[in-house]
T-cell receptor, first 114, second 116 residues
Framework: AQSVSQHNHHVILSEAASLELGCNYS??????LFWYVQYPGQHLQLLLKYFSGDPLVKGIKGFEAEFIKSKFSFNLRKPSVQWSDTAEYFC????????????FGGGTRLMVKP | DVKVTQSSRYLVKRTGEKVFLECVQD?????MFWYRQDPGLGLRLIYFSYDVKMKEKGDIPEGYSVSREKKERFSLILESASTNQTSMYLC???????????????FGAGSRLTVL
C-alpha cells in the first residue's frame, strides 16, 4: 500500500525566510501528486498539483513544488514566507493502483512569526 | 459560495450511541469521501462513494458505515460510538472526470466529534 511521509511535523519560520517542506512517497509507479493546505479556521483546499509534464509546478500564493521521481519526492517550496502562510500543509499521492483514492501524509504545521 | 456542507461542526456523544454525520454538496460531483483527521496522522480515508448507492471501503472502515441515497448527500454512521472515534471528520467531493478530476477534492468545514 502507498505511504506518504512528511518528515517535518512542526516548522517555525520568521517572515521572509525561505520554506521547504518535505514529502516522500513509497510507490514507484505512475503517480499524481498534490499539496493541500488548511489555514486556521478554514477548509482544506488545493494548493497545487502534478499530473505529468514539467516536474516543477506552480501553485497559488507563490508556492511551488518539484517532483523528483528518482527520490520519490514532491517537496513544497516558497522563497519568502508571509505571516498569512501560517497553516497546516498536507502532501497527498494517488497512484495507478489506487483508483480514485488519495493517500495523505501526516501534515506539517507551519507557523510564521511576524 | 457554500459547496460542501457538513451538518454539525461539533458533537458530543456517549459511548455506545449511534452517530450520524451528514454531508451535502452542491456541485453535482459524482465522488464523495469521508476522512478522519488526527494530529500527526494526517487524513485517513474511511469510505468513499463514486455513485448513488455505491460505496467502497477506504483505509479504516471498521466501526463505520455510510449511506448515499442521493447524489448530493453522503452520510457517515457510527453504529456504536467508541472513545477511539473521537476525531475531526472531513467530508469531501470531487468530479467523476477521470482520476485527475477525482483527486481534486473540495472539502467541508469538518465535524469535530467527541465521544465520552
Amino acid at each position: 500500500a502507498q505511504s506518504v511521509s512528511q518528515h517535518n511535523h512542526h516548522v517555525i519560520l520568521s517572515e521572509a525566510a525561505s520554506l521547504e517542506l518535505g514529502c516522500n512517497y513509497s510507490y514507484g509507479g505512475t503517480v499524481n501528486l498534490f499539496w493541500y493546505v488548511q489555514y486556521p479556521g478554514q477548509h482544506l483546499q488545493l494548493l497545487l498539483k502534478y499530473f505529468s509534464g514539467d516536474p516543477l509546478v506552480k501553485g497559488i500564493k507563490g508556492f511551488e513544488a518539484e517532483f523528483i521521481k528518482s527520490k520519490f519526492s514532491f517537496n513544497l517550496r516558497k522563497p519568502s514566507v508571509q505571516w498569512s502562510d501560517t497553516a497546516e500543509y498536507f502532501c497527498a499521492v494517488n497512484d495507478n493502483n489506487a483508483g480514485n483514492m488519495l493517500t495523505f501524509g501526516g501534515g506539517t504545521r507551519l507557523m510564521v512569526k511576524p | 459560495d457554500v459547496k460542501v456542507t457538513q451538518s454539525s461542526r461539533y458533537l458530543v456523544k456517549r459511548t455506545g450511541e449511534k452517530v450520524f454525520l451528514e454531508c451535502v454538496q452542491d456541485m453535482d460531483h459524482e465522488n464523495m469521501f469521508w476522512y478522519r483527521q488526527d494530529p500527526g496522522l494526517g487524513l485517513r480515508l474511511i469510505y468513499f462513494s463514486y455513485d448513488v448507492k455505491m460505496k467502497e471501503k477506504g483505509d479504516i472502515p471498521e466501526g463505520y458505515s455510510v449511506s448515499r441515497e442521493k447524489k448530493e448527500r453522503f452520510s457517515l454512521i457510527l453504529e456504536s460510538a467508541s472513545t477511539n472515534q473521537t476525531s475531526m471528520y472531513l467530508c469531501a467531493s470531487s468530479s467523476g472526470q477521470g482520476v485527475r478530476g477525482a483527486n481534486v477534492l473540495t472539502f467541508g468545514a469538518g465535524s469535530r466529534l467527541t465521544v465520552l
